[in-house]
């Protein structure tokens, strides 16, 4: 999709507008997702994207990537908005993976991309699922990279705003979060060489010289 | 902040008072040590909880604007409502009571063991009243009928954030409530299916009520109590009503040891540093601070709080406090009624 890598302020912005579209696209067609781990994270600090992320974790439940899957594989979205001038193409990807798995009884392992088809930048969209054979009982919900929670610390989802735009979070985001990155992760403000400043609200960046982050 | 000194023994520090010219100099500078202490120790914790309050979620501010669901936060009693003082007074109570979670026989019981009487009697709900137990609906509808006021519990808070997902997603919701034994409509998310069934039981004429009840109630200056507030778990000492989070005021339990406000027990009781900032205030601006939430304390009767959540939904009891005017001031008893699991 790129043929360049993005500076510093450019993937920002990039990944600012492919979180926005992401989140708008979503709240129109009504499915319903939220933010998770890393972006999460973000939004506990200043409701943005930490500068230093790459990538963006956002999730939705397993009847809405069935949804997805259905009537929304590898559909292109145009935008064009005052942030993004001159128009650009977003495509939703669903990769349906039918792998047989031995914890569960589920064959399919669905992943989906938001993809920002100009810079290549893409959101990975991961299902969360119901555990239903799992010790705790029922109401766990596990995701791809193993971690689990009950799905009363999931839902009611909150709605809050996220870079500038409506969005969803889990209900126990504070315990969530603690037990991803520790509580630590949630007070300390000086981190892959950013300063969290608390007048301004951002993370700003050690270095002066920009370009080489 | 330099170490304060502590003054200890007979011999003051010497580079602080030249020389005691007699015992009365000694008891004087004690005094003075003891109250710079306290004086420090109090700011510290006002200092703390201020920044503690903000680092429970990150920006104080930001949540109360976040939380743009919550258009009620303070709301003040109608006066009529407030028992009155003196010779010729009304024979009228305030009613407050803590946990209810669905137990309405318990709330019947509890309300006739005081011979509650509605003509002259007001009722108050600290929170929790839906949730849990078995008739959440005829606990609504019970306090609604006679009129009473009530505060939003955490218990409220969940149901309601989840009523505005349904709502979303257009669920079918009737207006006076439905119980239903299966969930017809799925979401495209899965959900919290006790809390769906309950908003659709409670239907939207419930919900409309709950939603309007304040997450803080201000019911004014009670001669001999003070400034009476209901909240339903607490509240952040030395945080004006206003900027009080409203997350925090409807979950918190302690305070950790670096100021920060906690729903669990891992803390100290928030009432404790509570009652070190009144004592720091003058009389008249002290305030009395009555709440629900807390469980496994149970009863928790001090000078400036009154903890009245006694697990009725468990099989514990339910407990008001009755306030009432005297000839001059106004006072409080507590009654209690045992309740069925």
């Known amino acids: 999709f790129a043929d360049k890598e993005l500076g510093y302020q450019d993937r920002r912005d990039t990944l600012i507008n492919l979180i926005q579209t992401y989140l708008a696209t979503f709240a129109d067609i009504g499915v319903e997702t939220w933010l998770m781990h890393g972006t999460l994270l973000g939004w506990w600090w200043n409701k943005r994207i930490m500068p230093w992320d790459s990538d963006l974790d956002v999730q939705v439940s397993e009847q809405s990537m069935h949804f997805l899957a259905s009537y929304y594989n590898m559909s292109v979205f145009h935008y064009k908005t005052p942030r993004i001038r001159e128009g650009r193409d977003y495509m939703l990807e669903i990769n349906p993976h039918y792998t047989n798995r031995e914890q569960t009884d589920k064959l ?28 705790a009982g029922k109401g766990m919900l596990s995701c791809k990279d193993g971690h689990e929670f009950r799905d009363t610390y999931l839902f009611p989802l909150r709605d809050t705003m996220f870079e500038g735009t409506p969005a969803k979070i889990p209900f126990a985001y504070r315990e969530i979060l603690e037990s991803e990155y520790k509580k630590k992760a949630l007070t300390l403000t000086e981190y892959e060489n950013h300063h969290f400043d608390d007048a301004k609200m951002d993370w700003i960046p050690k270095k002066q010289d920009q370009e080489t982050l | 902040m330099p170490a304060l000194p502590v003054y200890k023994g007979d011999a003051p520090p010497l580079h602080t008072i030249r020389k005691p010219a007699n015992d009365r100099r000694h008891m004087w500078s004690l005094r003075w040590y003891v109250a710079l202490l306290l004086v420090f120790s109090i700011a510290t914790y006002f200092i703390s909880f201020h920044h503690g309050s903000s680092t429970f979620h990150r920006m104080n501010d930001e949540v109360t604007t976040s939380r743009k669901d919550i258009k009620n936060m303070i709301q003040l009693l109608p006066s009529n409502f407030l028992p009155e003082t003196g010779k010729h007074r009304h024979n009228g109570r305030l009613v407050v009571v803590g946990d209810v979670h669905g137990m309405k026989h318990s709330l019947v019981s509890l309300l006739s063991k005081m011979d509650f009487n509605r003509k002259h009697d007001h009722l108050i709900l600290a929170g929790d009243m839906i949730s849990k137990g078995p008739d959440s609906k005829g ?10 006021t009530a505060v ?3 218990h ?9 997902r349904m709502t979303d997603a257009n669920v079918t919701i009737t207006e006076d409530g439905e119980d239903v034994t299966t969930d017809e409509e799925p979401l495209l998310s899965a959900g919290n299916h006790k809390d769906r069934k309950l908003v659709k039981a409670l239907g939207h004429k419930r919900l409309r009520w709950l939603k309007s009840c304040p997450i803080i109630l201000k019911v004014g200056e009670l001669e001999g109590m003070g400034n009476v507030i209901v909240v339903h778990a607490g509240l952040v000492p030395g945080v004006r009503l206003e900027k009080q989070d409203p997350e925090t005021v409807m979950n918190i339990r302690t305070i950790s040891k670096d100021g920060k406000p906690r729903d669990d027990h891992d803390g100290r ?17 002290r305030t009395m601070v009555i709440y629900g939430h807390d469980a496994r304390l149970g009863l928790q009767e001090e000078k400036y709080s009154i903890g009245i959540d006694t697990r009725c939904q468990k099989g514990g009891k339910l407990t008001a406090v009755v306030i009432e005017g005297g000839f001059s001031v106004h006072k409080y008893h507590i009654v209690h009624v045992g309740c069925k699991a």
């Open chain 1, 108 to 135: 399919n392992v669905i992943d989906a991309r938001w993809v920002d088809t100009s810079s290549g930048l893409f959101i990975d969209i991961t299902t969360v699922r119901y555990n239903d054979t799992h010790p």
């Open chain 2, 139 to 148: 606990v609504v509808d019970l306090i609604m009928k006679i009129g009473a």
């Open chain 2, 152 to 154: 939003r519990g955490n």
């Open chain 2, 269 to 285: 009781p928030w009432t404790k540093a509570w009652h070190e900032y009144q004592k720091s205030l003058q009389m008249k601006d």
């Open chain 2, 156 to 164: 409220e808070d969940q149901v309601l954030i989840e009523y505005a």
